[in-house]
Every structure is written in C-alpha cells, then in structure tokens.
C-alpha cells in the first residue's frame, strides 16, 4: 500500500502543478482556434500574477488581486488582438515582444516599489487562496484507496484548481455545442466563409482574446495566490511555453489538452521528487532528462511519428476583407 | 474600408519610418521612466555616460555588441528565407559546448589553430543543432517556431546535465568546466594593444568583433550576390513561384537553419573564448533573444544590424552604470526597451505607415505660392 500512498502524493503535486497549464492551455486554445497564434503566453502569466500579487499586497484582498490580475491581462491581451487583427502584424513576432515587455515591466515595477529586485512580499494567509477542505476528510480520508484519492486528489485545493477544473467541459461545451463556439471556430479555420456569412471575424476574434486574457491572467492569479503567495521576475518559469506545447501535443482539443497538462504536471513532480534519488541500474536519476521530456515528446508528435498535428488552417494569417 | 495607400517614397520607406518607429518604443520607455519616477533625460545621460564615456565602457559596449551582432545576422538570415528562429538562444549554447569540447580535447593543434578550430566547433554545434528544427520544418511540415521554442528548453536541459554531471571540473562546486588552455583563447584587444605599447583598460572586448564584421560581409555578399542568397529571397518572398523557378523551398530552408545556426555559434566565440574561458551554465543569457529585437530593427541587413548592435551593447553596458546611478531603474528596464522595440519596429511596423503617408501627401499637395 505504501507505492500506492506514495504515488497518490506524487499525483496531487502533479495536479497542483498543472493546474497553471491546464488554465493557460485552455487559453492558448481559445485564441488560436479563433486563428490568432499565441506564443505570449509566457509573459501574460507574468502580467497575471504581478498584477494579483501586487494588488493583493496593497489592498490585502485576493479577490481584488484576483480582478486585477486578470484585468492586467486582458490589457496585453488586447494589445497582442491589436497587433494581430487591426495591424495584421507578425503574431510571432507580437508574442515574443509581448514575453519580453512582460517580463521585464513586471520585474522592474517590483523592483522600484518593494526595491527587493523585483520580488513582491509575502502575503498573509488570510490574502491567499486556501485550500478548500471537502466534508468528512479525516473519516473518508483513512478508508484504503478510496481514501488518499479523496483526501488528496478530490479535496484540499483552492478555489482556482477547481475552477481550472471545471473550465475544461465548459470550454468543451462553449466550443462544441454553442453558437458562439460554432463561430469562433469557423473564423479559425475560414475567416472568409464567416465574413460572407455576415458575422464580424473581427469581433469573433477580439472575444477570443480576451477568453484568452481572462485564462491566462487566473494562470498568473494561481502562481501567485495559490501556489506562493508573492510574485517573483521570471516566475512563470516557462510555464506558458509548455503550455504551447501541451496544446500542440493535444492537437488544439480541449479534453486531451486536460490530460496532456496533468502528464506534463505529473512529470514535473516526478522530477522534483527523484532529485538526487538512487533507482538501481540507472544510477542518480538525470532529472534534466524528465524535465526536457515535455518539450521532446511535443516535437517527436510534431514530427508526425505519433499522428499528426494539425493546427487550424486560418492560425496566424491576419484576416484580409475584400475590397 | 478607407482607400489604399499610395506607394511612400522609397527615403521614407528605408529610413524614416524605422526611425519612426524606434522612436516610439524609445519615447514609450521614457514614459516607463517617469512613471517609476526618475528623470528620462537624466537617465539617458546616465545610460550613455556608463556606455560610451571612457574607454573601459566602450570596450564593453562593443564586447556586448559583437554578441548581438551574431545573433542579430542569425534572426535575420532565417527572415530572409521567410523563417522566424526562435531557437538563436539555444543553438548559442550548444555552440558553447562544441567550442568547449575542441578547445578541452584538440590541445595537439599547433598555436592559434586551436582558437580557430574552437571557433569552427562552435559553429558546427550550433548549425547541428539548428538542423532537426531545419529539417522538420522543410520535409516534416513541422512549425520551425515551435520547434525552436521546444528546443531552446531541450538545449538548456541538456547543457544543465553535462556541465553538472559530465564536464565539470572535478572536486569543484560551480558547474563550469577546467579553464582552458591559452591556445584556445580568442584574444582581447588590450592584451593586443599591449604588444604595441598601447594601454587599454581591461574589457572582455575580443578579436570575435572582426569575425563578426566579417561574417556581416559575408552574409551581403551572400543574401545580395550569390545563387544561394537568390533562391533564399525567392522562398522568402514565395515559395510557389520559387518552386516554379526550380528553387527546391525545402533545401533551402534546410541550408538557411544551417546557416543561422552556425552565425548562432558565434556567441560562443565571444562569451566563451573571448572572455569566460571556460564553459559556463547560461552564458548566453537571453542574447538570442536580443538578436530578433537586432533583426527587426535592422531590418535584416547587416548595416542596419551593426548599427542596432551597437545600440543594444549601449543599452546593456549602459543599463549597469544607470541601475547603480537610479537603483529604482534596475536591468530589466533593458529588456523592456528590448521588448518595445520588437513590438513598434516588428509587430506594429506599419501603424505609423498612414500617418507619415497623409503627413507627406500634404505636404507635397501644398499649392506653390
């Protein structure tokens, strides 16, 4: 039973640590399904948790910390909307000035306000995001196997695990059965289609980027208000880059996209967890090759020996209407 | 819709509106400035004084800007060719591994051959592994951006694992390699000068700098002069119509990465044998990054990529004299003026295109009196 023990507290670690790539994925999702690439994720995060952090300290709500960091990025979601669908810009070229303004600004505010290089301090408690306790966790939680998995898999998480849960059917639903989604994905695939159909591609995807800013800013709000409680440069720590892979690696679908975030969250507290462990026959596990396994198996799938993915035709072409 | 533009003139085109655009993101930081509260003015001067005010920030200046100057021809080879290289970064430190590899294993080669074969190290590592991004893109229909993201992340953990576990120096803590042997060193102009009687402040400013210089001639007459530079234009501007001229698009993309992987290792030669000696963890520290701001401000020639070279070494030898002069103005301000100028002179390059045309259309509609 101790493996079993073992590898339920591996897992709940790993869910924690995906729940900032499940919501950030789900973003990415939106946006480029709508057609606007997104490789800014990384520094939306950024904008994301700096915001909350800093409102948080200030104001001593992570309610209100939650409004701002999402707000914050919106902003740079509508910059990056901006570049993409009014100025037709490179969307490539949008995100990476985004990844670096981002990282940056958030670094250097930091830094002439609290002058501890860039570093917010540490919330109390009370301005953090707590772990919510499900009913009757002690009595379930000493059953066998029933009971570790509903102690640490079901409860215990905050209010932001559970929405980044929940987001993954209703964006499944949103995509898939609503009018809206219709669209939004039409105007992914044939921009032209929907435009003769009467319906804006401009408006279409300027929603999408702000789902995508809503998404990516409660990626930020977790790092900061869940999982630390302060925001730290840099902190993000590539976590919207495998974001973007885990997208890529399921094929712009949302239920896959759930699943490949919780391996790559689960290799990342494998990785954590065999730091400096002997396994027979191997030796000292090289946790460098764990933590490199996301980004290789993302590009042995785009290599196409594992199906193929195929990103929407229209991602990243700026919308040209007829004159 | 509003009616189309008319053609600008072609001095407008080439250089105003860049410089307009610069401008913007240079005025956009100034406003960041101001809103930490401190003295833009006061900050420039300050930046340009640490930069360029005596010799030793020169050395530096020019030290940094050698760097951007081959990650800057790296970013903008693969423009040329209608690819975005994301990967500069990474295929700069895995050149680091094969300078390091020749310069700690070749010590039989005779004098500065050494240096060189090191510095022919450096390129092949990069170029190696620039080539599955390559080569995935032309024949896999794999996106050469994600790719490249994906393998900037694989070259850090690979160069994490060697240096920790395979290549450091034993009974040592720091990650880092033995030094290595002075034969395999790129030497630094105040060591040169010396020889001459002349005395210069000791900066990590190398010989690296020619072969920057040479490579940017190199890569003119390449991309303007030859068959090569021809077919990576044509796929650039069309892959259809380069097909029809029996351009084979996947060739050359292949070649480009190539090509940009090796202008990569570049950094290597200056970081690594020009200054660190010693292979380090992270030496490339985001350079590559620079290297698309260096590319899009210059346009992707190798005039306009000395030219925005220099200005970031200014930027980054600067940004160290400001953070000490205005403490509330750390480093990253650096990163931020980087970051603007990618999104003004890159991704909003055409915003100010309709004003400045309107602007000049009424200018040249004036009546004569």
Redesign the interface.
């Known amino acids: 039973m101790e493996w079993f023990d073992a590898f339920i507290v591996v897992f709940a670690s790993g869910m924690r640590l995906a729940v900032p790539l499940i919501l950030a994925c789900l973003a990415g999702l939106w946006s480029e399904r709508s057609g606007i690439v997104d ?1 800014g994720l990384e520094g939306k995060i950024l904008v994301g948790a700096f915001g909350s952090a800093a409102v948080a300290t200030v104001t001593g709500s992570m309610w209100l910390g939650l409004l701002a960091g999402v707000a914050a990025a919106i902003v740079v979601s509508l ?1 990056h909307g901006y ?1 993409s669908i009014d ?4 969307q ?3 995100g ?10 958030t ?3 930091g ?2 306000i609290w ?1 501890q ?2 570093r917010t301090p540490q919330l109390p408690a009370e301005a953090q995001f707590g772990a919510i306790k499900w009913p009757f966790v002690n009595e379930i939680g000493a059953l066998p196997i029933v009971g570790p998995i509903y102690q640490h898999l079901i409860s215990g998480h905050d209010i932001v695990t559970y929405i980044a849960f929940l987001l993954v059917p209703l964006t499944y639903w949103a995509l898939y059965s609503t009018r809206f989604g219709l669209r939004l994905r039409a105007v992914g695939e044939n921009p032209a289609a929907v435009d003769t159909a009467g319906i804006s591609v401009r408006r279409l995807r300027y929603s999408a980027v702000v789902i995508c800013g809503i998404l990516v800013g409660l990626a930020g709000v977790y790092l900061a208000l869940g999982q630390t409680g302060y925001f730290q ?1 840099h902190m993000s720590a ?1 976590r919207g ?1 495998i974001a ?2 885990a997208l ?1 690696f399921a094929k712009w679908r949302p239920w896959p996209a759930l699943a490949t975030c919780l391996l790559f969250g689960f290799l990342d507290a494998l990785a954590i967890r065999l730091q400096g462990v002997e396994l027979p026959v191997i030796g ?1 596990v ?1 946790v ?2 764990i ?2 396994l996301p ?2 198996l ?2 042995i799938l ?3 020996f594992i199906g193929k ?1 195929i ?1 929407p035709r229209a991602s990243g072409i700026p919308y040209v ?1 007829e ?1 | ?1 509003s009616a ?1 533009l008319k053609p600008l003139p072609a001095w407008a085109d080439v250089a105003l509106i860049p410089l307009v655009n610069v401008a913007a993101a240079f005025v956009i930081s100034g406003f ?1 400035v101001l809103a ?2 401190e003295n833009p003015l006061a900050a420039v001067q300050s930046l340009v004084l640490g930069a360029l005010g005596d010799l030793e920030g020169i050395g530096y200046t020019l030290f940094y800007a050698t760097s951007f100057i081959f990650t800057g021809l790296s970013v903008a080879i693969c423009f040329h060719a209608g690819l ?1 290289n ?1 990967g500069t970064e990474g295929q700069a430190y895995i050149g680091g591994l094969g300078a390091a590899l020749v310069a700690l294993h070749f010590g039989f080669l005779p004098g500065y051959t050494l240096a060189v074969a090191a510095i022919i190290g450096a390129a092949v590592f990069g170029a190696a592994f620039a080539a ?1 991004p390559g080569y ?1 893109q032309a024949y ?4 050469i ?3 490249t ?3 900037n ?2 070259a850090s ?2 160069m ?2 060697l240096l920790v ?1 395979v290549l450091r120096k034993p009974g040592q803590m720091n990650a880092e390699t033995t030094p290595f042997r002075d034969t395999a060193l790129v030497p630094q102009f105040h060591e040169m000068l010396a020889h001459f009687g002349i005395t210069w402040p000791v900066t990590p400013f190398n010989l690296s700098f020619l072969l920057a210089l040479i490579c940017c001639l190199a890569f003119w007459l390449l991309i303007w002069r030859t068959r090569l530079g021809y077919e990576i234009r044509t796929v650039g501007a069309n892959p259809t119509a380069a097909v029809y001229g029996g351009i084979s698009p996947a060739r050359v993309t292949v070649i480009t990465t190539l090509l940009s992987g090796a202008l990569a290792g570049g950094v290597a030669a200056n970081v690594i044998l020009g200054d660190q000696h010693r292979l380090i963890l992270e030496f490339v520290g985001g350079f590559g ?1 620079v290297g ?2 260096v590319a ?1 401000m210059g346009r992707a020639h190798p005039v306009g990529i000395i030219l925005a070279a220099i200005l970031f070494g200014v930027l980054y030898q600067g940004g160290q004299a400001l953070s000490i002069d205005m ?4 480093r ?9 100028v ?2 003004f002179a ?6 100010f295109r309709r004003p400045v045309a309107t602007l000049l259309a009424r200018r040249t509609a004036q009546p004569p009196i």
């Open positions: 490789i910059i570049a100025q037709r810009a490179n490539i070229v949008s990476t000035a985004i990844n670096m303004v981002a990282g940056g600004l670094a250097l505010i830094n002439a002058s290089g860039g440069p590539g880059f973007l892979a890529v000292p090289p460098q090759a933590e490199a980004y290789i993302t590009v785009l290599a196409g993915a990103p209407k004159r | 819709m189309p960041v930490i509260g975005f994301i599955i995935l896999r229909d794999s996106h951006v994600i790719t993201i994906m393998f992340y694989i953990a690979i994490g694992y576990n990054f698309i701001a899009l403490p509330k103005i750390s990253d301000m650096i990163v931020v003026i980087q970051g603007f990618v999104l890159g991704a909003l390059e055409h915003m």
